[in-house]
């Protein structure tokens, strides 16, 4: 029985709950609904949450967590020796499992009896016909294997066994409890709401859960890494290169010394022409014109990333070249290909520009009118009140707008995979091409990733890295922003 | 208050001038009022500038994606080629494989070529099939095995231009860039010509970028968007079904239930924080976990929408709450007084009224995750090429596919310019997509917002 079986199964169990505890709330109060404690249908829901929620609790665990279980006994069969490191033992186990499905489906195809293929001991010609049934193996199948993959099989079918048995029980105890405890004095819409309320606060945890997801998926392979290469190598090389057949230097700081050079070109164009723009929006623009160009600013913000990286690579940096390049229209030789710094870093300034803009109109927004007011009266004209009023007060607050642009420049992805170029140098230039954090994770983890190497686990070491820029340039972005709103509120 | 300052700085009684008469500091400091609200114009004219630039750079660059040149041609299909045995039996047929079709092509071409008078000027005639897409043999093999009566037959065909030709219709090539293509030669373009006037050659609506499967990396000119459309769909449909309930959820516990406590402020922080944490972040967050421990398949359109999910939430959570929140507590209370529980006021009243502006945020949310590349990089869904429609529903959520995104940055990546002509036009198809989702946003915004 398949576990999607088993959640049917389950549904139907819960429907028939809901109307047999309601005919009973009903009858037990004479068919008179005012005699009840709660609406029927609550008497419904609380017998149908009964069934359904530890039945699917418990087989959700069941099916994260039996093949985490088989996988690890399994694995102790394999003979340490057959293997040089967790790369193969990995491959080993992928064919095992291969192996073990190809059997079941050999048995569901009636090549082999079930007995027959519980009794298969000897590999010699099951590649052949496992191959025939569609599922591929790289090599020969050895013992081992296909002895691993007996007691895989076994497991697999006592485990799902078991769990059918238990998940179905518990449904049915469930039913039993709640559907006896039903009586017209019984408080169902209490018990409800309870329920719901469970179910509410297991929602708003997922962002929690998201959160020690994404930190301890970085901290187990982070330390990983940090076993196979040396953490003082990675924080302080200046050199990076990632040869996939060892002997690689992977020294972050020429990656960290693209990506805050690209994010400064970035904030250089966004933070004057965003803050110009806030400025003028907020203290000049009649209603009418507002009106119209905020919103065709923040077109600029709707506009995916992968479509300004399209932007920098084609339309940007070419136009550079034409500039910048060898027989240009200055005629200087700095730029050599449409890829580099300043075609990345100008692009992700334009896009930055309606974050900034936008954040910093509402901050502006925010200054009491009566420090403007006040500001006029004494006779200042209205940019000296801006300069020496609006601005000053607005400061905080417009910091915490870059900082959280600046977070934003350090993470994007698309623009700098496609418009800063690959090499990772050291460099003053900006018309050279420099390569960033983002742009590396995506090139060490892009392919067959096999994660035992240090060259794709570093990903995960720049992953961590970039994760704690950006989460304190967020905080203390956070926190000035909030500050600041409490202070005129 | 602001006539006074308009008219210039107030006269002090120690100078003689006149209030008509503006004294030098008064004009510097008038200069540097109007000054200062150019700079805010120049700004706005800047950012405005920059995104006429990029739409002109967009539409200019992938229009010609929707249109593709075609030649069409009759082909005899000789008997004795294609089917040697002469029983018309498609299975022994299907033994010719499309290399057996090329020469019939080649042979076709070239005399179409004659009866429509035009002169071949290079030696090796069989380099005309230079004209035509690689994918053309396919093309007739599968007509003919289709019908296999067809063979023996004069047959006319609508072939697929190469891309060099169409895009020297397309005037993306020119005949000095030919000097260094071996793909093409600029004899060639003169038949092209020749075959313009006859009117064996024409240029129509491109029904296949729009809806067609992705080609390999030789055939520029068969690539299409559509089955990257079907994944980026099969996507949104895991992200809305998870995080508009999950989304709309937690937002009416933290909004109408949560205690203030420190558990509550910590799921406050978390959300803020995820809102700003980088994509890619996400993309190794659903590598880790749904493929490395997990093992669900790459590349699966199911693995995609599960990582859409997690960055898209906060998105769907802030909005809900302010929606929530815009409710007046007035009607909260009368469903109290009258007797509701907390849980039937909230989900009985302040919901459906709140509906509005939660749909409007899920819908801005889904654009945010539709446009979305980073993560999906990680998680396999570049590189895989999307050459198949799915067969149905469970394997349009378990199948590799690829997605709009991440299909315009595989074709960028690829050496041919005219993949460059294609990622354009996805774009554009794409940005349509967002267009109608945030349309349809302010639509809903507009006609159902209650102001209270």
């Given at each position: 029985?398949?576990?999607?079986?088993?959640?049917?199964?389950?549904l139907?169990?819960?429907?028939?709950g809901?109307?047999?505890?309601?005919?009973?709330?009903?009858s037990?109060?004479g068919g008179?609904?005012r005699?009840?404690?709660s609406?029927?249908?609550?008497?419904?829901?609380?017998v149908?949450?009964?069934?359904?929620?530890?039945?699917l609790l418990v087989?959700?665990?069941w099916l994260?967590?039996q093949?985490?279980?088989?996988?690890?006994?399994?694995?102790?069969?394999i003979?340490?020796?057959?293997y040089?490191?967790?790369?193969?033992?990995?491959?080993?186990m992928?064919?095992?499992?291969?192996?073990?499905?190809?059997?079941?489906l050999?048995?569901?195809?009636?090549?082999?009896?079930?007995?027959?293929?519980?009794?298969?001991?000897?590999?010699?010609?099951?590649r052949?016909?496992l191959?025939?049934?569609g599922?591929?193996?790289?090599?020969?199948?050895?013992?081992?294997?296909?002895?691993?993959?007996?007691?895989?099989r076994?497991?697999?079918?006592?485990g799902?066994?078991?769990?059918?048995?238990?998940v179905?029980?518990l449904?049915?105890?469930?039913f039993?409890?709640a559907?006896?405890?039903?009586?017209?004095?019984?408080r169902?819409r209490?018990?409800v709401?309870?329920g719901v309320l469970?179910l509410?606060?297991?929602?708003?945890s997922?962002?929690?859960?998201?959160?020690?997801?994404i930190?301890l998926?970085?901290?187990f392979?982070?330390?990983?890494f940090?076993?196979?290469?040396?953490?003082?190598?990675?924080?302080?090389g200046?050199?990076?290169?990632?040869s996939?057949?060892?002997?690689?230097?992977?020294?972050?700081?020429?990656?960290?010394?693209?990506?805050l050079?690209?994010?400064?070109?970035?904030l250089?164009?966004?933070?004057?022409?965003?803050?110009?723009?806030a400025i003028?929006?907020?203290e000049?623009?009649?209603?009418r014109v507002?009106g119209t160009?905020?919103?065709?600013l923040?077109?600029l913000?709707g506009?995916?990333?992968i479509?300004?990286?399209?932007?920098?690579?084609?339309t940007v940096?070419?136009?550079l070249?034409n500039?910048?390049?060898?027989?240009?229209v200055?005629?200087?030789d700095?730029?050599?290909g449409a890829?580099s710094?300043m075609?990345?870093?100008l692009v992700?300034?334009i896009?930055?520009?309606?974050?900034?803009?936008?954040?910093?109109?509402?901050?502006?927004?925010?200054?009491?009118?009566?420090?403007?007011d006040?500001s006029?009266?004494?006779g200042a004209?209205k940019?000296?009140?801006?300069?020496?009023?609006?601005?000053?007060?607005?400061?905080?607050?417009?910091?915490g707008a870059i900082?959280?642009?600046?977070?934003?420049?350090i993470?994007e992805?698309?623009?700098v995979?496609?418009g800063a170029?690959?090499?990772a140098?050291?460099?003053l230039?900006?018309f050279?091409?420099?390569?960033?954090?983002t742009?590396?994770i995506v090139s060490?983890?892009?392919?067959?990733a096999d994660?035992a190497?240090?060259?794709?686990?570093?990903?995960?070491?720049?992953?961590?890295?970039?994760?704690?820029?950006?989460?304190?340039l967020?905080?203390?972005?956070?926190?000035?922003?909030?500050k600041?709103?409490?202070?005129?509120? | 208050?602001?006539?006074?300052?308009?008219?210039?700085?107030?006269?002090?009684?120690?100078?003689s001038s006149?209030?008509?008469?503006?004294?030098?500091?008064?004009?510097?400091?008038?200069?540097?009022?109007s000054?200062?609200?150019?700079?805010g114009?120049?700004?706005?004219g800047?950012g405005i500038?920059?995104?006429?630039?990029?739409?002109?750079?967009?539409?200019?660059n992938?229009?010609?994606?929707?249109?593709?040149?075609?030649?069409t041609a009759?082909?005899?299909l000789p008997?004795?080629?294609?089917d040697k045995?002469?029983?018309?039996?498609p299975?022994?047929?299907?033994?010719?494989?499309?290399?057996?079709?090329?020469?019939v092509?080649?042979?076709?071409?070239v005399?179409?070529?004659?009866?429509?008078?035009?002169?071949?000027?290079?030696?090796?005639k069989?380099?005309?099939?230079?004209?035509?897409?690689?994918?053309a043999?396919?093309?007739?093999?599968?007509?003919?095995l289709a019908?296999?009566e067809l063979?023996?037959?004069?047959?006319?065909?609508?072939?697929l231009?190469?891309?060099?030709?169409?895009?020297y219709?397309?005037?993306?090539?020119t005949?000095?860039?030919l000097?260094?293509?071996k793909?093409l030669?600029a004899e060639?373009?003169?038949v092209?010509?020749?075959?313009k006037?006859?009117?064996?050659?024409?240029?129509?609506?491109?029904?296949?970028?729009?809806?067609?499967?992705?080609a390999?990396?030789?055939?520029?000119?068969?690539?299409?968007?559509?089955?990257?459309?079907l994944?980026?769909?099969?996507?949104?449909l895991?992200?809305?079904?998870?995080?508009?309930?999950?989304?709309v959820?937690a937002?009416?516990y933290?909004?109408?239930?949560?205690?203030?406590?420190r558990w509550?402020?910590?799921?406050?922080v978390?959300?803020s924080?995820l809102?700003?944490v980088?994509?890619?972040?996400?993309?190794i967050?659903?590598l880790a976990?749904?493929?490395q421990?997990a093992?669900l398949p790459?590349?699966?359109?199911?693995v995609?929408?599960l990582?859409?999910t997690l960055?898209?939430?906060?998105t769907?959570?802030?909005?809900?709450?302010?929606?929530?929140k815009a409710?007046?507590?007035?009607?909260?209370?009368?469903?109290?007084?009258?007797?509701?529980?907390?849980?039937?006021s909230?989900?009985h009243h302040?919901?459906?009224?709140?509906?509005?502006g939660?749909?409007?945020?899920?819908?801005i949310?889904?654009?945010?995750?539709?446009g979305?590349?980073?993560?999906?990089?990680?998680?396999g869904?570049?590189g895989?090429?999307?050459s198949?429609?799915?067969d149905?529903?469970?394997?349009g959520?378990?199948d590799?596919?690829?997605a709009?995104?991440?299909?315009?940055?595989?074709?960028?990546k690829?050496?041919d310019?005219?993949y460059?002509?294609?990622a354009?036009?996805?774009?554009?198809?794409?940005l349509?997509?967002?267009?109608?989702?945030n349309?349809?946003?302010?639509?809903?915004?507009?006609?159902?917002?209650?102001?209270?």
């Open positions: 029985m398949s576990a999607s079986m088993l959640l049917l199964i389950v139907a169990l819960a429907a028939i809901f109307i047999l505890g309601r005919v009973r709330a009903l037990s109060a008179d609904s005699h009840l404690h609406l029927p249908s609550y008497y419904g829901w609380n149908a949450l009964w069934t359904m929620v530890p039945a087989l959700l665990i994260v967590a093949p985490l279980l088989i996988e690890r006994s399994v694995t102790q069969l003979p340490e020796d057959s040089a490191g967790p790369g193969e033992l990995s491959l080993i992928s064919d095992v499992r291969r192996v073990a499905e190809g059997l079941d050999a048995v569901a195809a009636r090549q082999m009896s079930a007995d027959e293929a519980a009794a298969l001991s000897d590999p010699e010609g099951l052949g016909t191959g025939a049934l599922v591929a193996l790289g090599s020969e199948i050895e013992p081992t294997t296909l002895a691993a993959a007996q007691r895989y076994v497991l697999n079918a006592t799902t066994m078991v769990r059918n048995i238990l179905i029980a449904a049915l105890a469930g039993a409890l559907w006896m405890r039903t009586n017209a004095d019984f169902a209490n018990t709401e309870k469970l509410l606060i297991g929602a708003a997922v962002a929690i859960l998201t959160t020690v997801g930190i998926s970085l901290i392979n982070t330390v990983e940090f076993r196979l290469y040396p953490a003082r190598d990675f924080f302080f200046t050199t990076w290169s990632p996939f057949g060892g002997g690689s230097e992977l020294g972050i700081l020429p990656l960290l010394w693209g990506t050079y690209i994010s400064f070109i970035a250089a164009v966004a933070v004057p022409i965003g803050l110009f723009a003028y929006l907020s000049y623009a009649s209603p507002r160009v905020k919103p065709a923040e077109v913000a506009i995916p990333t479509v300004y990286g399209l932007f920098a690579l084609l940096g070419p136009l070249v500039v910048f390049g060898s027989g240009g200055l005629g200087v700095w730029m050599g890829t710094v075609t990345a870093g992700m300034g896009m930055l520009i309606p974050f900034v803009s936008s954040l910093s109109d509402d901050i502006i927004n925010a200054v009491p009118q009566s420090m403007r006040g006029l009266g004494l004209t940019s000296e009140t801006i300069k020496q009023v609006v601005f000053p007060a607005a400061l905080p607050g417009i910091v900082l959280l642009a600046a977070s934003r420049a993470g992805t698309m623009i995979v496609l170029g690959a090499a140098r050291l460099s230039n900006p050279e091409a420099m390569t960033t954090v742009a590396k060490q983890l892009t392919g067959d994660f190497s240090p060259e794709a686990l570093v990903a995960f070491a720049l992953g961590m890295t970039l994760f704690v820029i950006t989460l304190c967020n905080i203390f972005a956070l926190w000035i922003v909030r600041y709103r409490e202070q005129y509120e | 208050m602001t006539d006074a300052t308009s008219a210039g700085a107030a006269p002090r009684p120690a100078r006149s209030i008509l008469e503006q004294d030098a500091r008064t004009r510097k400091r008038n200069a540097a009022e000054r200062f609200k150019m700079y114009i120049a700004a706005i800047i500038f920059f995104l006429c630039v990029l739409l002109f750079a967009i539409v200019r992938g229009i010609p994606a929707f249109t593709q040149t075609f030649i009759e082909i005899a008997g004795d080629r294609l045995t002469g029983n018309r039996d299975e022994e047929m299907a033994k010719v494989s499309t290399f057996g079709y090329k020469p092509i080649v042979d076709g071409l005399r179409a070529l004659e009866d429509a008078g035009i002169e071949i000027p290079f030696e090796d069989a380099d005309v099939e230079k004209m035509i897409s690689a994918a043999p396919a093309q007739v093999r599968d007509t003919v019908n296999p063979v023996g037959q004069t047959v006319e065909f609508r072939f231009a190469s891309s060099r030709v169409d895009g219709e397309k005037g993306r090539v005949r000095g860039d000097a260094r293509d793909n030669d060639h373009l003169d092209v010509d020749a075959m006037d006859a009117g064996m050659l024409e240029r129509t609506f491109n029904w296949d970028f729009i809806f067609g499967a992705d390999s990396e030789s055939r520029p000119e068969q690539a299409g968007i559509g089955v990257a459309m994944g980026s769909f099969f996507m949104m895991v992200v809305l079904a998870l995080a508009l309930p999950i989304g959820a937002s009416i933290l909004e109408e239930f949560a205690p203030k406590n509550t402020d910590l799921i406050e978390n959300i924080n809102a700003a980088p994509s890619i972040v996400f993309g967050l659903g976990v749904f493929i421990i093992h790459q590349s699966a359109p199911l995609g929408g990582v859409l960055m898209t939430l906060p769907v959570i802030i909005s809900t709450r302010a929606s929530l409710v007046p507590p007035s009607i909260r209370d009368a469903a109290l007084g009258v007797g509701a529980s907390k849980m039937q909230t989900f302040v919901l459906p009224l709140a509906m509005p939660i749909l409007t945020g899920t819908i949310g889904l654009a945010q995750a539709l979305e590349t980073a993560p999906l990089l990680l998680i869904m570049v895989y090429i999307a198949n429609y799915p149905g529903v469970v394997s959520f378990m590799p596919n690829s709009m995104p991440a299909q315009i940055y595989e074709w960028a690829r050496a310019p005219a460059y002509e294609r354009w036009g996805g774009i554009i198809i794409l349509c997509f967002l267009m109608t989702m349309i349809i946003a302010i639509i809903l915004r507009r006609r159902f917002e209650r102001r209270w």
